[in-house]
């Protein structure tokens, strides 16, 4: 199975500060058609899961533009550029290329 | 607006059984393919299981092959997960989650509230 390792596991971070989070994979994440499918979801506390990042730098409608996704084939990275109190929650990557899907640990971001 | 409401989640013995629903509205059901994703108590997120929009394709986590079964009725918008020989480590929050079309997986683009199955004599 891939293995998804993100880190850090826990990120306090200052209001206004950027923050980033790595997802490293055991295998390549790229596609026999080309594509690479990395996806970030962000869990607020108490809420249902949501997707802010496919194909590991789409953006999902809605996404404030501070969230952004890099990297290729075995390394990838969700930057915020400056977190908001609202950003507090767990995110969580998830690879789509291989049989079983499987997540990241999750990172926990709160504010310091 | 796309809803998934999940429902039948309960507490069940171990080796008991019990059938998930999520009722979808707001897409073209047929045309999107669905999963089941759980978080155990304090847990991280685990994908379950995965079903094309034809139905005719399935996928399992290894922890619940042979004992879960995904399926869908396009005719009622609805998802099923059947689970059997249920053990103390099904103990989770049952999410059901959208994909982005018929035959993608791993993008999960919308999900439920979640359905809680506690597992436990």
């Known amino acids: 199975d891939v293995v998804l390792t993100q880190s850090p596991l826990s990120l306090p971070v200052t209001l206004g500060q950027p923050a980033s989070i790595s997802c490293r994979s055991s295998?390549?994440?790229?596609?026999?058609?080309?594509?690479?499918?990395l996806t970030w979801f962000q869990q607020r506390p108490g809420q249902s899961p949501r997707r802010l990042i496919y194909?590991?730098?789409n953006r999902d409608s809605g996404v404030p533009d501070r969230f952004s996704g890099s990297g290729s084939v075995t390394d990838f990275t969700l930057k915020i550029s400056r977190v908001e109190a609202e950003d507090v929650g767990v995110y969580y990557c998830?690879?789509?290329?291989?049989?079983?899907?499987?997540f990241g640990q999750g990172t926990r971001l709160e504010i310091k | 607006e796309v809803q998934l409401l999940e429902s039948g989640g309960g507490l069940v013995q171990p080796g008991g059984s019990l059938r998930l629903s999520c009722a979808a509205s707001?897409?073209?059901?047929?045309?999107?393919?669905m999963g089941w994703v759980r978080q155990a108590p304090g847990k991280g997120l685990e994908w379950v299981s995965d079903?094309?929009?034809?139905?005719?394709?399935?996928y399992y986590a290894d922890s619940v092959k042979g004992r879960f079964t995904i399926s869908r009725d396009n005719s009622k918008n609805t998802l099923y997960l059947q689970m059997n020989s249920l053990r103390a480590e099904d103990t989770a929050l049952y999410y059901c989650?959208?994909?982005?079309?018929?035959?993608?997986?791993?993008?999960?683009?919308?999900w439920g509230q979640g359905t809680l199955v506690t597992v436990s004599s």
């Open positions: 989650a959208k994909e982005p079309d018929s035959e993608s997986y791993g993008h999960l683009d919308y």
């Open positions: 707001g897409f073209t059901f047929r045309n999107n393919a």
């Open positions: 079903i094309s929009g034809s139905g005719r394709k399935t």
């Open positions: 295998q390549s994440l790229v596609f026999s058609d080309g594509i690479t499918y």
């Open positions: 194909k590991v730098s």
């Open positions: 998830m690879q789509g290329t291989h049989w079983p899907l499987t």
